[in-house]
């Protein structure tokens, strides 16, 4: 699918292994023990009127291809992310016909497939397993006794760079040439100045995605890989992607917005999660950091995808439990520039901290739908689409603006929308006054989330009192009106 078709798409990211299993059944699955929990493809399509339910219209899965099997000091590779074989599907997951089957069922719902990718590196079976536990150093120097032979293809040392362990990331040729991993799971850096290893992915992806009708790329370590690889690469794919450059630097990840079609808004990653997560965040910060990436990137914020949580951070319940600041920073995602991306397990309130403690198993939540996060996704999916529906060339095209921007409060407008957002926590009755809108004097705004309402003043001027810390999501009620609104709830 086209940049046109994803940019109007909420994406519901799922690690593959906890998202659901094939049976219906809730096997337990102890993420600290970083074992497969059983979660399957033919799981995934049996469960996606829950994701769509919510008013998402697109996946991310994990990796789909072979991975190391067995146990290791890091566990085992339920992740997806430790690839032993490039042509072969991971069995953990299902067969081709049930990965088949999942893009088709999403077809015929209207719903798009993301499929996550891997070309940094290749997880090495060691040929003497060292006893190593979970996050063993890296800090020894001498090679890993990698077993090459297990790979398929590059089954041979000298289609990889010559081992080191990345120690410096503030240089750029040891991020791009040496190992990811360490001791116990040493992740083998794949030579992608060598021709022929270029020629190989560019075909190798060309066929995934045909094979299985793959709508669109979320491409792992980009910045692990030398920056002239991406553009052969994806317009091979000929399906929209989306990069992982996992950097706070905006310069640096607009340097990457050249060669690809979008990137994970890592930069405004970090002042969202600081800005939310209590009461003493600066939001200002956050503001800025949108300007200045609007600014710097090949097609301005649009080209992100926007995220709150994933399979590599700490769930942001992990850092505060004021249910208000939780909401405010998710409704975020629905108002920006990009596309928005949930984690899995987000609408269940899930609480883990860093990997692996941040991919428990959705099942034990039992898909509850009417949990509160639950319709706080549904209503700002509901409030993103309504908006895309009013004009969608108008909404998408038009850059977010703060007209209030101060550490505790955030008025963000992206017409029709304007959002009212604030860090001031469940005991706070924020109160904004916007001066001078787009809306005309006397039109009627709904908030999408209290479903109640408000009129415009003169210029356009909006006052608002939340309740308990609340954020506010502002429509029109000739964009949104108030039965839609009840009907959410
Ligand atoms: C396993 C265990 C962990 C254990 C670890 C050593 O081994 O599970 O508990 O701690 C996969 C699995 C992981 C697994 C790893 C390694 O493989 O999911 O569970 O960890 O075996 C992608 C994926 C990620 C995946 C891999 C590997 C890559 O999203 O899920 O992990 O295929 C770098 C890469 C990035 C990669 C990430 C894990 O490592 O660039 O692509 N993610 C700095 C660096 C970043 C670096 C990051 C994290 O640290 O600059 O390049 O990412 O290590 C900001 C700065 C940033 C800075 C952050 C921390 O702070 O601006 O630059 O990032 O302020």
Redesign the pocket.
């Known amino acids: 699918a086209s940049y046109e078709d994803w940019q109007q798409r909420s994406i519901y990211q799922l690690v593959t292994d906890r998202f659901a299993t094939s049976d219906g059944s809730a096997p337990p699955c102890d993420t600290s023990a970083?074992q497969y929990c059983n979660g399957t493809w033919q799981g995934v399509i049996s469960r996606l009127d829950y994701i769509q339910n919510m008013g998402f219209d697109a996946i991310w899965i994990s990796?789909v291809v072979a991975n190391l099997d067995g146990d290791t000091g890091?566990?085992a590779a339920y992740?997806?992310?430790?690839t032993v074989d490039q042509t072969r599907l991971n069995d953990h997951f299902g067969t081709d016909g049930d990965l088949q089957l999942l893009c088709t069922t999403l077809h015929e719902r209207g719903m798009l497939l993301m499929v996550?990718v891997?070309v940094?590196?290749m997880?090495a079976p060691l040929l003497y397993p060292s006893n190593a536990s979970?996050?063993?150093s890296?800090s020894s120097a001498s090679p890993p006794a990698v077993d090459y032979s297990a790979f398929t293809p590059f089954n041979n040392a000298s289609s990889f760079h010559p081992f080191c362990w990345?120690t410096d990331?503030a240089n750029q040729t040891d991020?791009e040439q040496c190992w990811?991993?360490?001791s116990?799971?040493p992740?083998a850096d794949v030579d992608t100045e060598n021709p022929d290893t270029v020629a190989f992915f560019n075909e190798w992806i060309a066929d995934l995605v045909k094979t299985y009708g793959i709508d669109g790329l979320r491409i792992?370590?980009?910045?692990?890989v030398r920056r002239d690889f991406w553009p052969a690469f994806v317009e091979s794919a000929g399906v929209w992607s989306v990069g992982?450059?996992?950097?706070?630097?905006i310069a640096?990840v607009a340097n990457y917005t050249q060669v690809l079609d979008a990137v994970l808004d890592?930069p405004d990653f970090?002042p969202l999660t600081r800005g939310f997560q209590n009461s003493s965040g600066d939001l200002t910060q956050l503001a800025a950091s949108v300007r200045d990436s609007q600014a710097a990137y090949r097609l301005g914020t649009a080209m992100t995808g926007a995220f709150l949580e994933?399979?590599?951070n700490p769930r942001f319940p992990s850092l505060t439990s004021d249910q208000s600041l939780i909401m405010n920073a998710m409704s975020w995602l629905f108002i920006q520039d990009g596309i928005p991306i949930l984690y899995y397990g987000q609408e269940q309130g899930y609480a883990g901290a860093?990997?692996?403690y941040n991919?428990e198993a959705l099942w034990l939540s039992g898909y509850e739908e009417d949990e509160p996060l639950v319709i706080h996704v549904r209503s700002l999916n509901a409030a993103r689409k309504a908006a895309i529906g009013w004009n969608n060339a108008t909404f998408l095209r038009t850059p977010v603006e703060f007209p209030v921007s101060s550490p505790s409060q955030l008025a963000i407008s992206k017409p029709p929308l304007l959002a009212l957002l604030t860090n001031a926590g469940g005991s706070s009755s924020p109160s904004w006054s916007i001066p001078g809108t787009n809306y005309s004097k006397g039109a009627e705004l709904i908030d999408v989330l209290s479903c109640e309402t408000t009129k415009a003043g003169d210029s356009g001027a909006v006052a608002w009192t939340g309740s308990a810390g609340m954020p506010a999501v502002l429509l029109p009620t000739s964009v949104f009106n108030e039965s839609y609104c009840s009907v959410l709830k």
Do not use: S
Request: no cysteine; aromatic share 14%; hydrophobic share 30%.
């Open positions: 970083r990796p890091d566990g992740h997806g992310y430790w996550d891997v940094n590196h997880a979970a996050g063993a890296n990345i990331y991020v990811l991993g360490d116990a799971v992740l792992d370590t980009v910045k692990n992982e450059v996992f950097d706070g630097d640096y890592y970090y994933n399979q590599d860093n990997d692996p991919r």
